[in-house]
């Protein structure tokens, strides 16, 4: 049928972008030749791994660079993913829609006791925090060298996150009311 406009989210989706018949908006939260540079450096620019990275560096910014000059316009959520995506397709129009947090609403509560050591928010509907959460059980908190209480909150936690309660180490509380009571509660 046809549409008057098509939204793609993640640059991840242009592989299935058609040259645009309709006005065409992709929305980029993180260019992966940007992530693929900060891995490289983050391994200490190792000369062993240069040649590897830098391939993925440029095959990554070329897909990016065919998938971004598809596009009438093109969102962003930072300054930063604006002038990597800009130095990429600067003829095509950007936005930027910032992603922010109402500081007077969720600022910290003073005189709160702290509840846990550690606060893991994350809705559970989006994978990758099932992933984390379950690293941050079974990998972080071992190595802490010291007992530590974490709670787990978020929408809907799998079968998965809920066995991940340790009593008297972790907490999985799923929904709650409000998070601002949870983060005034935690000490991270």
């Known amino acids: 049928q046809p549409f008057d406009v098509v939204q793609y989210e993640l640059i991840e989706t242009a592989y299935v972008m058609p040259l645009p018949t309709v006005p065409t908006l992709l929305s980029v939260h993180q260019l992966g030749s940007a992530q693929a540079h900060a891995q490289w450096q983050a391994n200490g620019g190792a000369l062993a791994q240069r040649p590897a990275a830098w391939f993925r560096r440029a095959r990554d910014a070329e897909f990016e660079r065919r998938a971004l000059r598809r596009a009438h316009r093109i969102v962003t959520l930072s300054a930063e993913d604006a002038t990597r995506v800009r130095g990429l397709a600067p003829d095509v129009p950007l936005s930027i829609v910032p992603m922010g947090v109402d500081c007077a609403t969720f600022s ?81």
């Open 108 to 188: 910290p509560r003073p005189g709160v006791p702290a509840q846990c050591d550690l606060l893991f928010v994350g809705h559970f509907g989006h994978p990758p925090n099932v992933d984390a959460a379950r690293f941050l059980v079974r990998d972080v908190l071992p190595r802490l060298g010291r007992a530590v209480r974490l709670r787990i909150v978020g929408h809907d936690p799998p079968a998965e996150v809920r066995a991940l309660v340790r009593p008297g180490t972790v907490d999985v509380a799923g929904s709650v009311p409000d998070v601002r009571d949870e983060l005034a509660a935690a000490r991270i």
